[in-house]
């Protein structure tokens, strides 16, 4: 905010948009600056968000309000960074383009797992014999996590061939899909490493509920990831 301001003095405190969790308003440390900003020196006391919290809450409202119409940020972006504030925001909207509608519970980048990639993939765990016909003494595990450390949703152990699997579910967009099929190549890769067996192939499924796009059914065929589509109903 100093930097901020060092290039423009009339430039509404920044600072006011980090808040607290438990009251949704900034901590002291803002009160410089919104006391510099409205030009009330009550604000920059030690106890003034504590004692005064509803004229706190004015002048933090005010100020977050002036943060949002404020049209110059794009001319200070560009004088800090030396870099085009449009170009930059069309690079981060390029980024955020990429990435998925799904949540399937990776260990890094999203968090947690949707209810229908969660259902879809205990299905797949217990229905392995509805996938692959004539399997014997097969053993289905799930989140079964390799020495890469990277977990695979359901992996089938058979006498003659070990199916990695990676589900996802209708919530998941083309992006996802895209990126289901490169887990695939790399799960192959890390399970034929990690056994020990010549005569027990390592075999790469992706299990989703909707049809991959014709450019992704060509990916999945040129890196021989076989796709099996399984109906919302769990009917393949």
């Not at 901020?4 to 009251?23: E, N, Y």
């Not at 799930?142 to 061939?161: C, F, H, I, W």
């Not at 399970?191 to 509920?209: F, G, K, S, W, Y």
Request: hydrophobic share 35%; aromatic share 8%.
């Amino acid at each position: 905010m100093d930097r901020i301001l060092s290039i423009d003095k009339k430039a509404p405190p920044l600072t006011v948009l980090l808040v607290q969790q438990g009251d949704g308003m900034p901590g002291q440390g803002a009160g410089s600056y919104m006391a510099d900003y409205f030009h009330d020196d009550r604000l920059r006391q030690d106890n003034a968000r504590d004692e005064r919290p509803e004229e706190w809450r004015e002048r933090f409202e005010a100020a977050a309000e002036d943060v949002y119409n404020f049209p110059d940020w794009g001319q200070i972006y560009q004088r800090i960074y030396g870099r085009d504030y449009q170009a930059a925001r069309e690079v981060l909207d390029r980024r955020r383009a990429q990435e998925g509608s799904e949540n399937d519970g990776l260990p890094s980048g999203r968090h947690g797992e949707g209810p229908n990639h969660r259902a879809l993939r205990l299905w797949v765990k217990d229905n392995p014999n509805q996938l692959f016909r004539g399997l014997k003494n097969v053993r289905a595990e799930t989140e079964v996590e390799l020495l890469s450390a990277d977990r695979v949703d359901v992996v089938v152990y058979a006498d003659k061939r070990t199916i990695a699997i990676e589900v996802k579910s209708c919530d998941s967009n083309d992006n996802d899909l895209q990126r289901g099929i490169y887990q695939c190549v790399k799960y192959h890769a890390v399970l034929r490493a990690m056994d020990a067996r010549t005569d027990a192939p390592v075999q790469p499924v992706l299990v989703t509920e909707t049809d991959l796009p014709g450019y992704l059914s060509d990916l999945a065929r040129r890196l021989k990831i076989k796709h099996i589509k399984v109906d919302l109903n769990r009917t393949p």
